[in-house]
C-alpha cells in the first residue's frame, strides 16, 4: 500500500544481522519506532523464525529468585500463543502431573524417606518396596485426577504460580517442558526459534544491570550437565537459536557508567548479550523522507519548501512512534490537501485587462492554497512557517507563488516595508510585463480560455514564470520577507 512506510532494504540487512549472531542487541532510541520495524520484521522473516518476545519492565519489583519463575512464565505464555506445537501431547502432561505431585506430597515423602534411613540396619529392603509401592499408589491416584491435557496442566501451573521459587540452578519439570517445546517447535516447523526481550528501556536505572544479570545465567550452560549429555551443548537454557535484547545501547552505556563509574569496563559486560556490535536503527530518517515524497510538490523545483515542510510536519509528532500511529491521516492531510479550499476567481483587477481587451484572471484553486491547506492541517503557522529560512527557501517560494503575485499590488498594505514596488500590466497568452522603477521584464506565462464568448472572452492565467525576478539582483528589493507573509495571509481566508 502506498501508505506503508518502505523499509524493505532495513529488513534485509537486519536479517543478515540475525543469520550471523545467536546474541544480538537491536539499538534504537525511544520513539524512533522500533516496535512498527520489529513488527514487520516478525511479517517478513516469518516463514525462517519464530520469535517469542517477553518484556521484563515488571520484573524491577520483583526479587531475583522470582525473576526466574517470571521468565518462565512468560516464555511459556508465549509458546501458548503459537500454533507451532500440539499441546495434547502426553509427554508433557505426565512431566507436569508428576512436578505437582511432588510439589504436593513433598513433605510426606521426605518423612518416607527419614523414616527408611531411622530403621536401615532391619528391612531395608522391605520397606523401601513398601514406601516405592505406596508412593506409585499415591502417584497413580493423583494422575487419576489430574486432566491429563497439556492445556489445563499448564494452567494449573500459571494459577499456582505466585507460589513457585526459581534459582540460577534450577531445571524443573516446567524448564524442561519449554526446552522440550522449543526443541519439538524447531525440528517440526524447521523454523528457528527467538527469544526477544523488549522494553529494556522502560525499566528503572536503578534495576537494569540487576535484570540484565538474570538474564545472563541463562546464557551458560556450564551446570547443566544432564542436559548437556541428552541434547548436547545448547547456547542458552532453553534451547533458543538466538536472543535479542532490544534497547537504546547509549543510554544503557551511559547508566553503567554512571552507576559504576567511567573507567567501568563497559564492553566486556554487555559482551555477554551481544557476540557483535549492536544493531543500530532509526526510523527518523526513513520517515522523513517518505513524508518528503508524500508532498505533492515539484521537490526538483522546490526542494527547499518540500524539505521545510517535511521537518515541520516530522516536529509536529512527538516522535516516530506517534507518526506511524497517524500514517494514515498524515497521508491524507498530504494528498488530500484540496478539499477546504473555496474556488473562486480573484476579482478583476486593473492588470487583467490586456492590451487585447480580453480579461485575464487567476483561481483560489492553485499550488499555494494547497500549500496553506496542509499548513492548517498540521497546525503550522505561515509565520512559523517563513521563520528563519534561507534566501534559497525565499528565491523558490517566489517561484512557487508565482501567478497568484498578480493580485499582490492591489493588496491594501499599511507598512511602508512591504508596500509593492512593482506592477504588472499587458497581460496576453502567454506574457505579463512587470514593470517598477525604470525596469520593464517580460515574464512568460500560460493562461487557458474558459469563456468561449467572441464579445466577454476570458482567460485564466495557470502559471507565471518568475525565475528571472527570483535571481535578479532586485529581488530583496521587490520582495522583502513581509510581501510574502502578506500574499499567503491573503490567500489563507480561502481556506475553511
Keep these: 500500500m502506498s501508505d506503508i512506510i518502505p523499509i524493505d532494504s532495513e529488513i534485509t ?77 502426553e509427554k508433557y502432561g505426565f512431566s507436569l502431573r508428576l512436578w505437582r505431585f511432588f510439589n504436593q506430597n513433598g513433605k510426606d515423602l521426605v518423612s518416607d524417606i527419614v523414616s527408611l534411613i531411622a530403621s536401615s540396619l532391619a528391612n531395608i529392603p522391605q520397606d523401601a518396596i513398601k514406601v516405592f509401592r505406596d508412593n506409585i499408589a499415591k502417584f497413580k491416584d493423583f494422575s487419576k485426577k489430574a486432566n491429563s491435557s497439556q492445556s489445563d496442566s499448564i494452567e494449573s501451573y500459571l494459577d499456582e504460580f505466585a507460589s513457585q521459587k526459581g534459582g540460577i540452578y ?83 552505556r551511559n547508566i553503567f557508567h554512571h552507576l559504576y563509574g567511567e573507567r567501568t569496563d563497559f564492553t566486556g559486560y554487555i559482551h555477554k548479550f551481544s557476540s557483535s556490535t549492536p544493531y543500530e536503527y532509526s526510523l527518523n530518517d526513513v520517515i522523513e523522507e517518505w513524508v518528503l515524497q508524500k ?71 492553485n499550488q499555494v ?35 497568484c503575485w498578480l493580485i499582490y499590488p492591489q493588496l491594501n498594505i499599511d507598512s511602508d516595508s512591504s508596500k509593492c514596488k512593482f506592477r504588472f500590466s499587458n497581460c496576453n497568452d502567454d506574457t505579463i510585463i512587470c514593470e517598477w522603477d525604470n525596469y520593464y521584464q517580460p515574464l512568460q506565462c500560460k493562461s487557458t480560455k474558459v469563456n468561449p464568448n467572441p464579445v466577454t472572452q476570458q482567460f485564466e492565467i495557470k502559471w507565471m514564470q518568475m525565475d528571472t525576478l527570483s535571481y535578479s539582483p532586485h529581488f530583496k528589493e521587490l520582495f522583502p520577507k513581509q510581501s510574502f507573509e502578506t500574499i499567503l495571509s491573503f490567500l489563507e481566508d480561502f481556506i475553511y
Design 13 to 89: 540487512t537486519f536479517s543478515d544481522y540475525l543469520n550471523n549472531n545467536c546474541r544480538g542487541i537491536l539499538s534504537a532510541r525511544f520513539g524512533d519506532g522500533k516496535s512498527f520495524f520489529l513488527n514487520e520484521v516478525k511479517k517478513q522473516l516469518s516463514d525462517k523464525y519464530l520469535f517469542l518476545t517477553i518484556y521484563p519492565v515488571n520484573y524491577q519489583v520483583a526479587e531475583n529468585k522470582d525473576i526466574f519463575e517470571y521468565i518462565k512464565r512468560d516464555i511459556l505464555l508465549q509458546i501458548l500463543m503459537t500454533s507451532e506445537i500440539d499441546f495434547s501431547d
Design 170 to 252: 534450577e531445571f524443573d519439570p516446567i524448564s524442561r517442558i519449554i526446552y522440550q517445546l522449543i526443541t519439538d517447535i524447531k525440528e517440526n516447523s524447521g523454523k528457528q526459534v527467538i527469544l526477544v526481550i523488549e522494553d529494556m528501556d522502560r525499566i528503572d536505572p536503578a534495576h537494569i544491570f540487576r535484570i540484565l544479570n538474570v538474564f545472563s545465567a541463562h546464557w551458560d550452560m556450564q551446570d547443566y550437565s544432564e542436559q548437556k549429555l541428552a541434547y548436547g551443548n545448547p547456547l542458552n537454557k532453553y534451547n533458543f537459536d538466538k536472543i535479542l535484547l532490544v534497547c537504546h545501547f547509549q543510554n544503557i
Design 295 to 365: 508532498i505533492p510538490f515539484s521537490k526538483d523545483t522546490f526542494p527547499a519548501i518540500c524539505e521545510r515542510l517535511a521537518d515541520l510536519i516530522m516536529r509536529k509528532y512527538e516522535n516516530c512512534e506517534n507518526i506511524i500511529t497517524n500514517i494514515r491521516h498524515i497521508t491524507n492531510f498530504l494528498i488530500q490537501s484540496d478539499y477546504n479550499i473555496r474556488k473562486e476567481d480573484i476579482p478583476p483587477y486593473s492588470w487583467q485587462n490586456g492590451y487585447n481587451g480580453y480579461n485575464y484572471y487567476i483561481s483560489t484553486y
Design 369 to 403: 492554497t494547497h500549500l496553506l491547506c496542509i499548513l492548517k492541517n498540521f497546525g503550522i503557522s505561515i509565520n512559523e512557517f517563513l521563520d528563519s529560512q534561507t534566501d534559497l527557501f525565499y528565491y523558490q517560494l517566489c517561484q512557487f507563488i508565482g501567478q
